[in-house]
């Protein structure tokens, strides 16, 4: 009954880098898998305002059922073709994990 309301999940992690002459890190490139469909609970939000800002930040969470995928603080996650960032630990329960994310979407528009 659930599956009808999973959707696709695509985890982004970058991959170990390096070190510059400095010593200084460089980042890896982004790789990307393919979790299991997950369920999306949407969750607050608030809009973020000041001087040349107009954005929403929307906090909603992740759900996999029986199922514990890897995914770590630092991951961002494209959840439903949208792109958000993992915010926190994963909480992994005996039921499944649940994944709070973040995500700052902009409300302007282009001109």
């Keep these: 009954m659930l599956d009808a309301w ?3 999940v695509v985890r982004i992690r970058d991959a170990e880098g390096t070190k510059d002459q400095y010593n200084e890190p460089i980042p890896g490139e982004p790789v990307s898998v393919d979790l299991p469909p997950a369920l999306f609970g949407p969750s607050g939000t608030d809009l973020a305002s000041g001087a040349g800002v107009a954005a929403t930040v ?3 969470a992740v759900y996999w059922p029986g199922e514990w ?5 630092g991951d961002r996650l494209i959840v439903d ?3 958000w960032r993992v915010d926190g630990i994963p909480a992994k329960w005996p039921l499944g994990l649940a994944v709070a994310l973040t995500g700052t979407h902009s409300t302007r ?3």
């Design 109 to 111: 528009s282009t001109p």
């Design 69 to 73: 995928p890897d995914v770590q603080t």
């Design 58 to 60: 929307t906090e909603p």
């Design 81 to 83: 073709g949208y792109e």
């Design 6 to 8: 999973r959707v696709p």
